[in-house]
């Protein structure tokens, strides 16, 4: 094949057809030829920006977006204003709750001690302290442990799932709580709120509440109990165990303290809900008494 013969070289673009013909002819061929149509009669090839109706169109949209941002600002208004007021009115009954609730801690130490007056050294005397000790109605003091537990630290970029599975739950604070009644404990109270027969410990939301009390982090458990048997029996079982589970594969921080001179306060709001008769002597063996005695309700398990 001689020279003249060979075909034409191949442009070195001409696999690339849609950037070429993209590069070459940016104008739409509907778009130029409307504009050739302008041009034909007389008027610019294209609109200019200075455009009255463009103006208008612009200024419209605006105004519209203005006034649309303005509602939605407006609108948030009365309800942070709303919600800023609860939350103040709730922190505010918070505080008269914990007023009133160390005053009745106090009225209820002042009955105590002026029933321990009256009755002196009487038989029943010492089993009513007893009894009191037993429900909660006094407070305690002496030698126990400390636990604090408190939500796992949360690292940069950790998602909700991942942060939620170090927190501290209810049921964990349940578990622990019935391992020390197992291990030996005599009285056992959470940040303060003395656990009773009736005591409930629940999840709220993102709080843990004790017997209607809201709790916040962390979460301090004292624990009255025998020096020398108490703390070995609770770390040697099950509730041991679950704390170290908590720690090793959840990352739950978890603090042990073993004191001598530790303080559990009295709960706040005990009831009687149940009473029986009981025989004072002076009815016949076969009547039973006409008044009725109070009974606890029990110690916790």
Known sequence: M????RPPARRPDASMTLLTTMLERPLDPGYAAAAERREAAGLPRSTSLSSPRLLVAAVAIGLVVGVASYNLTTGNEPRSQARADLIREIEQRRTDVDRLGARAAQ??????AIESEQLGEAAGASRGRDLAAVVGAIPLTGPGFVLTMDDAPTGDGESDE???EGRVFARDLQFVTNAMWAAGAEAVSINGQRLAANSAIRFAGSAIIVDNRPLGRPYRITALGDPGRFPADFADGEGGTYLSTLRSSFGVRVDTEVRDDLTVPAAVGLTTRFARTGDTGAADSGAA????????EGSPS
């Open 2 to 5: 001689s020279v003249d013969e």
């Open 162 to 164: 991942e942060s939620s």
């Open 107 to 112: 009225l209820q130490a002042e009955v105590t």
């Open 289 to 296: 008494s006409t008044s009725p005695t109070p009974t606890p």
